[in-house]
């Protein structure tokens, strides 16, 4: 059997042993939160998604809504879809009719669109509102000062359930500097799970990628987002 795993199926599994090892290090959250490992498939083929999903990935991460609805009628095996990258209003109709998670609602007119298209199909859009700790003009996400206005308008959209939040962490050199941030962003995840809400439902901490994963564990995301480590480099 070990001799015949595909590498993509190798490094899913050592990607799982690695979540499962950084969970084991966790000093300042408690160590037996699983954490759900997000197959990140962007710019891969059907053929590299299926090999992942055969070793046992159930979550599949996508960028990009038209890429996905390209993938979704060929790859031929059932997997949850997550929206990761950033979504215009005018392709809310097509990300709510194909994902079960929505991650990077950050804008008071993107939830009202979402809630919209979502009413359209009678659905309640599972979401996460996406942060912009660190404030990087080149990312989307929003600011922490304005964070609770957004989750609470969110709360309040009947087609839409707010589930957690998310962070895509700075690209530093030293990746050491990601810890303060994560550790930063479980206490406001923490604070957030404390807030008085109608409708929503705090679950998820949606935190870390191929580099800084270990660490995100580590500082308490319970959702990584793991491609390069799975399917090595992308090819644009
Ligand atoms: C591409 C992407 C990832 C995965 O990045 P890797 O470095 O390949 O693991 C995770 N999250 C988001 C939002 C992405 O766009």
């Known amino acids: 059997m070990c001799g015949s795993m595909s590498k993509i199926a190798e490094n899913y599994q050592k990607v799982l042993e690695e979540i ?9 959250v408690p160590k037996d939160a699983p954490v759900q490992l997000i197959a990140v498939t962007k710019n ?30 060929v790859l031929d095996r059932k997997v949850t879809w ?36 979502a009413g359209k ?29 957004l989750l609470e308008l969110t709360d309040e959209l009947p087609h839409v359930r707010l589930r ?14 990601c810890r303060p941030l994560f550790h930063e962003m479980y206490e406001i995840f923490q604070k957030v799970k404390e807030f008085p809400f109608q409708t929503a439902n705090i679950t998820y901490l949606s935190m870390g990628m191929t580099h800084d994963y270990r660490i995100a564990v580590e500082e308490g995301a319970n959702m990584v987002r793991v491609g390069t480590a799975i399917f090595g480099p992308r090819q644009y």
């Open 164 to 177: 957690g939040l998310m962070l895509i962490a700075p690209n530093y050199d030293d990746v050491e500097q």
């Open 44 to 73: 891969h083929d059907v053929e590299a998604m299926r090999e992942a999903i055969d070793a046992g990935a159930t979550d599949v991460g996508e960028n990009r809504v038209q890429e996905a609805m390209k993938k979704l009628p």
């Open 20 to 28: 499962e090892a950084a969970r084991a290090c966790r000093t300042r």
């Open 121 to 149: 199909l009678d659905k309640v859009q599972d979401i996460l509102v996406q942060v912009n700790l660190a404030k990087e003009e080149s990312k989307s996400g929003v600011y922490k000062e304005d964070l609770r206005p």
């Open 82 to 117: 997550h929206l990761i990258g950033h979504l215009q209003t005018n392709k809310a109709k097509h990300a709510v009719e194909h994902f079960s998670l929505i991650h990077s609602v950050d804008t008071p007119h993107l939830a009202r669109a979402i809630d919209k298209e």
